[in-house]
Nanobody, 115 residues
């Protein structure tokens, strides 16, 4: 069974940066579009960014030109570079396939942006 483990979250001031990582327990990345999702308190989980197996990317409007998703299939890892973070970016961030698979949801990593 594949497990996805997110890391890299933390507390950062508004305008700061964080880099999230998502490591898979075995090689699945070459075959799937991968996504980063987030869930803020009291809100629904939303897709933030996605990257296809070929490297094409797309982003939700609120993070365009601030976040960058990338992948390293040789390391079974997907990254999310987050720059110019805003307080509304406070959430638990998860990675999963896109569309998501129930079996792949992990614990996520908490990102807290202070104003």
């Amino acid at each position: 069974q594949v497990q996805l483990v997110e890391s890299g979250g933390g507390l950062v001031q508004s305008g700061g940066s964080l880099r999230l990582s998502c490591a898979a327990s075995r090689s699945i990345f070459p075959f799937f579009t991968m996504g980063w999702y987030r869930q803020a308190p009291g809100k629904r989980r939303e897709l933030v960014a996605a990257i296809t197996s070929g490297g094409s990317t797309n982003y939700t409007d609120s993070v365009k030109e601030r976040f960058t998703i990338s992948r390293d299939n040789s390391k079974n890892t997907v990254y999310l570079q987050m720059n110019s973070l805003k307080p509304e970016g406070t959430a638990v961030y998860y990675c999963n396939t896109n569309p998501p698979s129930f079996a792949f949801w992990g614990q996520g990593t908490q990102v807290t942006v202070s104003s």
